[in-house]
């Protein structure tokens, strides 16, 4: 079986009444085998998700395979199936989306009663007094009021200086704010939100100091590669200029001596790569001053005075703004797409959609981006505000996404053209067509970690 990039395998027992999950998809469709419904008392858990795509079973390949086909290989494939799988977000979106009445229901059996708790959100018991109580992950805080009573509020309508659950803001004698978090019993000088920030930056501190010993190293690397380079260049001229002779002392070290072909071949090699570890660098140079100005800007914030909430204000409507700006065009990349897709059908050059080969997200309605722009403020479990530190990182990282965006529109319309005049060499245009990353424009991101969007951002190629 060849390794494909990004795939895992997976074993799975029949059972009496089956494998566990059913299969949607097929050549005839257009998309692959993939994963539409799981048993989940059959299947064992995080093993198989929905959407995940079926690439082999027991060593046979689906790719290419009509629905059919992908059905019969699964019914008689024995007792014990090894299953070559990918993940697909895209595609789990869209079955998440059609199961999530089931998941609610079954996500309903561990709760109590009034709904699944919120993102985030996690009900414990005090065994001293048998009292629920509720933790927040993302704040790292813990109340006795149970979450699911409050509602979220817009951007528009929200209080920024608001505390979480079970903390109060006091004056001590010299009229200093100080905080109390009465169900630890415990006094803050910094509000829950400030100590969530200069938790950040102290992350965001040790994440530089890591970052900048790469930047570093790359520079010497660079540096390396320039004196080789000469070093190259001068034995290319010394090669030119007189001819090595070829006597006794030397015929056993002729093996020795590059051809002047071969050190013009490593010259072009050096310039290749000293030119791709300059590009990197510079980009690594500009994203690593912007997190340094983010600690300069951010260090010495009070996230319960008035200014800094006017700031927060400012974020996240540039927050929702630029957010705005990717939706539209990821609007305009699935139009492209469409126009790929009917050359598509009426050429049948390819087995699968444009969209689905590149991971496009799938198209949302303005009502549905519009109500989360309303959200991106908060963090995913829509009670608790995000720190002005992170919302700069993310409004930085969805410019990128913006640009990236902007780029491939372009590029598939120079594509596009191409293709009206191009009706049976399609290969460059696929291999065009997979030339852009897309993984930018999903949404998931905004739900990781500080850490995680720090390592997306230094990690985005300019």
Known sequence: MHSVRGAKLVTVQRKKGGLGFSVKGGKEHGIPIVVSFIQTDCVPANELRLGDEIIAVNGESLQGATHSEAVHKLKYAGPTVTLLIRSNQTLEDVFLTGSSQQQQKDSNTDTPRGGPMPQGWTQKI???????????????????????ILQPVPLDAFNWSE??????????????????????????????????????????????????????????????????????????????????PLDQSNVEDEHTWDSPSDITDDIMTLNEEIEALDTRISSSAARLGFLDKVVKNRLYEDMGERDEHESSIKLSRALASVYGECKGMETKLHCIAAKFETLRKQ????????????????????????????????LPDRLTAKTNCEMELEVAILKDCCRHADELHKHWTVLHKEALGCHGNWEPLLDGLAQFDLSPLQDHWMQASFREKLDKFISTED
């Open 126 to 148: 005090d065994h001293k007094t048998g009292r629920p109580y509720y933790e927040n992950h993302y704040t790292e805080t813990a109340t006795w009021k149970d979450p699911r």
């Open 163 to 244: 505390l979480p659950l079970g903390w109060e803001r006091l004056l001590d004698n010299q009229g200093d704010i100080y905080f109390v978090n009465h169900d630890t019993r415990t006094t803050h000088w910094d509000s829950p939100r400030g100590m969530r920030q200069q938790k950040q930056l102290k992350e965001l501190n040790a994440f530089l100091e890591l970052a900048n010993d790469k930047h570093k190293k790359d520079l010497e690397d660079l540096r390396q590669k320039r004196t080789s380079l000469l070093a190259k260049t001068q034995q290319l001229d010394d090669s030119h200029s007189h001819t090595i």
């Open 347 to 378: 050429y049948n050059f390819t087995d699968a959609p444009i969209a689905y080969m590149v991971q496009l997200p799938p198209l949302r309605g303005p009502e549905e981006v519009g109500n989360n722009m309303q959200w991106l403020h908060l």
